[in-house]
């Protein structure tokens, strides 16, 4: 444990194909890094990892792990921290309860996910598992600000080697839809925390008949802190639910709900269990009782309540009945039949709707046709981004990639900032009632008046990460000169609050008139216009919109968010970089077990790389870091320019092959340098064996594909054979060791 975390760059375990590619890439950079005695450590952060490290009671000494993630949690608070975060699983039940399952298999001692528990030791496991699932990781590492925004080399080639865009007709049925009122918008109540206020407070449920719950005690409140609370009303989310299908059957559109019920573990899957009763409303009031005898739990799925009521022909005929009744349904998969509504974690909207709105307001029905949809987003909080870039290409038409200029990306998320740090005060409603947060001083903060099974939460931002997301900002401003927008709306509680810190700041350092603070729905008018113009913005944005807009724009503007470069500059000192996203990473999975072909593009890795290296140069004082980053850059360049990314097809070049040409690259620049006479002389030797074997290598790698491939476990795969899929280029592996 002690020397994986003192290593200098520390590069994350994860999930899925990222962890995959790793396999591949790994091995390059440690014989390449270790020219400069520089070691690279491997802390475990994947969801298989950190269920291990989560029961070690249960489990042999060979078997256990250590909690890599709360070791990580510490060390991004030091100014040493040089982290590569890969992108992780945010887990959503199905997904926990799927690697619960294949460790169990495989021999591990763990216990089953607690659906219901009722028992102490039951709640002790589904508390812990709890903890595990959804947006666990991220709020732990992410000790700093978001510094996202695409490399220049990037950019030019996206524009040099335009993606496909669907085309947007002014014609186009294709919307967004929101709920009208009481949602969490409508609800929200903000402050600011005072010095006489701040110290340890409570959230309590007072019910109609004056008793008193404590939902959660001893929440730290400081001073400086915004703190907000609001609610969703589930009777109007009922109602507009069944609306909006309604609404789509009229269009003649297809039905789809765009939630992130992995980020927001606890309300978007509530949310996502109202839409399937919605959806199957006559089902669940004629067969409600009989589906819950089965263990049906909506929350879980349409693809879970299929699978546990399959023996009851009497309740398959009832849904058929309704799917028969029902507009056309956005499809995942299908070919497999795999719906919108299946599981909770498919559908993430900050991929789907960029998808959609790429492809021209396109989705996929159950027969593969494409059509307009209804993209339904219940809260309205930052929906209208959504509405807003497609009312913008349907006046418009699609945006045209040659010219476009770009939107970076300045995010508040340092310290569990804003709603992606609301799990634990995130709370159902128990009956009618009132939840309030009670301050230590007395003080009744915000109040609510509820109903059974509304969805409340709280959640805050403290100051000081605050400040720092303001400085990064003018930071950013003056290094590029760009438009550069607060994506803030002053009629929203929670943005007031933020306006009151950002105006006075600006003013003080005599800046304001390079600013503008502007509500998000006319905040995406103004970038969309500006890029359109070929110019570039700095979208200033609060933690759920960073996540958003860091694919949205991406997605339009390079064809995927997987290539941006990510900075999180850590409060302390520190460097976390980030390696882009990973929402197309199981299908990329599923390519591979089928096929040995894995299209997942390293070039976020490769840019992450080039960074951390040059960070350690600067940091440690380690010339020969900045040497090997600088060349790294150049490998990266190369990569673009010779058009060496990964193709989606197999037995075309995959992600193996752009790995040997990243090393081909990279050995060839280093071996050219003049800055450092030793590296050059080390890699020179290196750079004519990869060129000389490059015949064989792609040779070797291109063997290895059109057959199926097995790795052991989708969740925590085997190590041999993951190498064994990975490393297929005896030649290659020659060379590299």
Request: glycine share 8%; proline share 4%.
């Amino acid at each position: 444990m002690a020397e994986k975390m003192n290593s200098d760059i520390l590069y994350t375990i994860v999930d899925e194909a990222p962890e995959l590619a790793s396999a591949s890439f790994l091995p390059i950079i440690r014989k390449f890094v270790s020219a400069a005695d520089i070691t690279v450590g491997t802390p475990d952060i994947s969801l298989a990892g950190r269920i291990i490290a989560t029961f070690p009671e249960n489990l042999t000494a060979d078997q256990r792990q250590s909690d890599d993630l709360a070791a990580l949690g510490e060390l991004v608070k030091t100014p040493t921290a040089n982290v590569i975060k890969l992108p992780n699983i945010s887990a959503s039940v199905p997904q926990l309860v799927a690697a619960i399952e294949e460790l169990q298999n495989q021999g591990y001692d763990i216990p089953s996910y607690p659906e219901a528990p009722a028992t102490d030791a039951e709640k002790d496991i589904r508390a812990r598992y709890d903890a595990i699932k959804g947006s666990a990781v991220n709020p732990v590492l992410r000790e700093g600000n978001s510094d996202r925004r695409s490399a220049k080399a990037v950019k030019s080639y996206a524009q040099k080697n335009p993606h496909s865009m669907g085309e947007w007709v002014s014609t186009s049925k294709t919307k967004v839809s929101s709920m009208p009122g009481n949602d969490f918008y409508a609800n929200e109540k903000s402050a600011t925390i005072t010095a006489a206020q701040a110290g340890k407070a409570r959230i309590e449920f007072i019910g109609a008949d004056g008793s008193v719950s404590e939902l959660k005690k001893n929440w730290q409140l400081d001073e400086g802190t915004v703190a907000d609370a609001t609610f969703m009303s589930v009777k109007a989310l009922g109602a507009f639910l069944a609306e909006a299908i309604e609404d789509t059957k009229a269009d003649g559109t297809m039905f789809s709900l765009h939630m992130k019920a992995t980020m927001m573990k606890v309300s978007d899957p509530i949310i996502f269990g109202h839409a399937v009763k919605a959806w199957l409303a006559p089902v669940f009031e004629q067969y409600g009782d009989r589906m819950a005898a089965l263990g049906v739990n909506p929350n879980s799925g349409l693809g879970d309540l299929l699978e546990r009521v399959k023996g009851d022909a009497e309740i398959l005929a009832a849904i058929e009945a309704v799917k028969a009744d029902r507009p056309a349904m956005y499809m995942v998969d299908s070919d497999k039949g795999i719906t919108n509504l299946h599981v909770p974690s498919d559908v993430i909207i900050d991929a789907s709707m960029p998808a959609v709105i790429r492809a021209g307001g396109k989705g996929w029905d159950q027969t593969g046709a494409k059509g307009d949809t209804n993209c339904v987003i219940p809260d309205r909080c930052y929906a209208t981004v959504y509405d807003e870039t497609i009312n913008f290409f349907k006046a418009n038409g699609a945006l045209d990639v040659t010219t476009a200029g770009s939107v970076a990306n300045v995010g508040l998320m340092a310290q569990k900032a804003e709603e992606y740090g609301s799990h634990p005060t995130t709370f159902e409603a128990p009956a009618n009632g009132t939840i309030r947060i009670v301050l230590a001083n007395g003080d009744v903060l915000h109040s609510h008046a509820v109903e059974a099974g509304d969805i409340w939460r709280a959640c805050t931002v403290k100051k000081a990460p605050i400040e720092n997301w303001i400085q990064l900002a003018m930071d950013r401003q003056r290094l590029t000169g760009s438009e550069a927008i607060f994506w803030l709306d002053a009629n929203r509680a929670h943005d007031a609050q933020l306006i009151a810190y950002v105006k006075p700041v600006l003013e003080a350092a005599g800046v304001a008139d390079k600013f503008q603070i502007l509500a998000p729905r006319e905040a995406t008018a103004q970038s969309l216009k500006t890029i359109t113009a070929g110019k570039d913005s700095i979208a200033i944005t609060g933690n759920v919109l960073r996540d958003y807009l860091t694919d949205l724009f991406p997605i339009l503007e390079l064809g995927t968010s997987a290539k941006m470069l990510s900075i999180v500059k850590l409060m302390q000192g520190g460097g976390l970089f980030e390696t882009g996203a990973g929402g197309s990473a199981p299908k990329h999975v599923q390519q591979l077990v089928e096929e040995n072909h894995l299209r997942w593009d390293s070039m976020g890795e490769f840019c992450a790389l080039g960074e951390s290296l040059n960070f350690l140069a600067d940091s440690r004082g380690n010339a020969k870091a900045g040497v090997l980053g600088r060349a790294a850059e150049a490998a990266t360049q190369g990569i673009l320019d010779f058009n060496r990314s990964p193709s989606r097809k197999v037995g075309q070049p995959d992600n193996r092959d752009s790995h040997y040409w990243f090393a081909r690259y990279w050995a060839e620049a280093l071996a050219a340098q003049s800055d450092d006479a030793d590296l050059a002389a080390e890699f020179a030797p290196l750079a004519n064996a990869l060129a000389d074997g490059e015949q064989a290598i792609l040779t070797e790698l291109a063997a290895a594909q059109g057959k199926a491939a097995d790795i052991g476990g989708y969740y925590k795969p085997s190590a041999d054979l993951k190498a064994a899929i990975m490393r297929p280029s005896a030649t290659l592996n020659a060379i590299i060791g």
